[in-house]
C-alpha cells in the first residue's frame, strides 16, 4: 500500500493508561494514522480525547456502534482500516466481532474475550470474514524472545524438558481498586473482568509466553489460586504446574500480591543440552547456559559471526544499534508493524512473510481463555489434573 493505515480507537482515552501506550507503538514506524474514535463512555471525556489527538468532531463518535457504522458508509479512502480495542475485559467481544463482521481488521488487548464461548467465537467470525485479528501479548514483540524461540525450534537445546514462567507484580498487596484506581476496580469487578483477576491481567501472559517461545502445548495443569487480599472479590495470587505435549514440565506463577515487584516477567527454559533465560527487566539480555560450557549472552542488535548469528526474526524486530535498550514500547510498536505489514499485503494480494505473521492472533486469544477457565476450573476441583482442551 502506498499510504498509511487507517486505524479506529475504542476506548484509550485521557482517563485511561494504555490507549497512549498503543498510540505510541502504533505511529513508530509511520505506518499507522488514527481518523477516528469513541474513546471513552463519559461524552466530554471521548471529545476532549479527540480534540488533543487532533480527531476531527465529527469522527469522534459517542458508541462503537455508531462508529464502525458510520465509517462503513465512507468512501474506501476515507474509512478506517482496522479498529483498535483498549476497553475493560467485557467489552472486547461486542466491538471486535461488529468490526470483523463489517469488513475491518482488529487489534484487540489481551486477555481477547471474557469467556472461552465469546472467544470460540470470535475465531469463527475470523475465519468466515478472512479478517485479521492481532492480540497484544507484548512481550513476545521482544527481539531477544524472538531469538529464544528460534534457538528451541532450531533444536539448540535438544528436547525440552522443563519450562519455568514468572510474572509477579505488586501493585494488589492492598485494596487498591478502593482507592480511585480505575484500571485495578474494573480489573478486580467479575462483571468487567472475568473468571480470574491474576490469571485474566497477567497470567496469560505468562502462558503465552511459555508457549510462543518453547513451540509447544500445554496439554494438562494443576492450579492453586488465592484471593489474599480480604474483600477482595477475584484471585491475586496464582501458582499452575504444567504439563506440554512433548512431555515436558512447567511451573507457572502469576501473582499481583508480591510486595515491591513491578512487572518482572522471566522465562527459563531448559532441554536435554543447555537451557535459556530472559527478563523483562533486562529485555536486551538472552542468556544461554549450555552444559560443559561457560555461559553466552546474546544481545540485541549486535552482528554476530556464525553460528552465532541472530535469527531473521530477531534482526527484522531490532530498531537501535546494540547497546541501545529495546524496551516495552519497541516490542508494542513490533506487534502492530507486523500487523500493519500483514494487512497491507493482504490488501495487495501478497502474502506476508514469515517475520510479518509472527505477532499474537485469534488462535492465540482462544488458548488464553482456555487457559484461565482451564486454570479456574482446576483450582475448584480435587482432580490432580485437567485437561486442557479447546
Not at 472461552?116 to 531477544?144: F, I, N, Q, W
Request: glycine share 10%.
Amino acid at each position: 500500500m502506498k499510504r498509511k493505515l487507517r486505524m479506529g480507537m475504542v476506548g484509550g482515552g485521557n482517563d485511561a493508561f494504555i490507549g497512549a501506550v498503543h498510540r505510541i507503538a502504533a505511529f513508530m514506524d509511520g505506518k499507522i494514522e488514527l481518523v477516528c474514535g469513541t474513546f471513552s463512555i463519559d461524552r466530554e471525556v471521548s471529545l476532549q480525547s479527540g480534540r488533543d489527538l487532533f480527531v476531527p468532531e465529527n469522527r469522534v463518535y459517542e458508541s462503537y456502534q455508531e462508529m464502525i457504522e458510520a465509517e462503513s458508509k465512507l468512501p474506501d479512502g476515507e474509512r478506517m482500516d482496522f479498529v483498535t480495542i483498549v476497553t475493560p475485559n467485557f467489552l472486547h467481544f461486542g466491538p471486535a466481532k461488529l468490526a470483523l463482521e463489517s469488513g475491518f481488521d482488529v487489534v484487540v488487548e489481551k486477555p481477547m474475550t471474557v469467556s472461552l464461548e465469546e472467544a470460540l467465537d470470535l475465531k469463527e467470525t475470523v475465519e468466515r470474514t478472512g479478517k485479521t485479528l492481532c492480540l497484544t501479548h507484548t512481550y513476545s514483540g521482544y527481539p531477544m524472545i524472538k531469538q529464544a524461540k528460534a534457538m528451541v525450534k532450531e533444536g539448540h537445546f535438544g528436547k525440552v524438558r522443563k519450562i519455568v514462567v514468572e510474572y509477579p507484580q505488586g501493585w494488589l498487596s492492598r485494596m487498591t481498586e478502593r482507592e480511585g484506581n480505575a484500571g485495578a476496580a474494573w480489573r478486580a469487578d467479575p462483571k468487567r473482568s472475568g473468571k480470574s483477576l491474576v490469571m485474566g491481567d497477567i497470567g496469560t501472559h505468562a502462558a503465552h509466553l511459555a508457549e510462543y517461545v518453547s513451540g509447544l502445548k500445554i496439554t494438562e495443569l494443576s492450579a492453586d489460586l488465592t484471593t489474599f487480599v480480604e474483600g477482595r472479590l477475584l484471585d491475586d495470587d496464582g501458582s499452575v504446574l504444567l504439563h506440554f505435549e512433548n512431555g515436558a514440565k512447567g511451573v507457572l506463577m502469576a501473582s499481583q500480591i508480591s510486595a515491591g515487584e513491578e512487572n518482572a516477567v522471566r522465562i527459563r527454559i531448559y532441554g536435554e543440552k543447555g537451557g535459556l533465560e530472559w527478563a523483562n527487566e533486562d529485555p536486551n539480555n538472552l542468556i544461554i547456559k549450555m552444559l560443559d560450557q561457560p555461559r553466552q549472552y546474546y544481545r540485541t542488535g549486535n552482528a554476530y559471526a556464525a553460528p552465532f548469528t541472530l535469527s531473521s526474526f530477531a534482526t527484522h524486530n531490532t530498531r537501535v544499534p546494540a547497546g541501545h535498550p529495546e524496551g516495552l514500547l519497541e516490542s508494542f510498536a513490533n506487534i502492530y508493524r507486523n500487523f500493519a505489514l500483514t494487512v497491507s499485503a493482504k490488501r495487495n494480494g501478497e502474502t506476508p512473510s514469515a517475520e510479518a505473521q509472527d505477532f499474537p492472533n485469534v488462535y492465540d486469544g482462544v488458548r488464553g481463555m482456555a487457559f484461565i477457565e482451564t486454570v479456574v476450573k482446576s483450582n475448584e476441583s480435587n482432580e490432580k489434573w485437567t485437561k486442557f482442551v479447546i
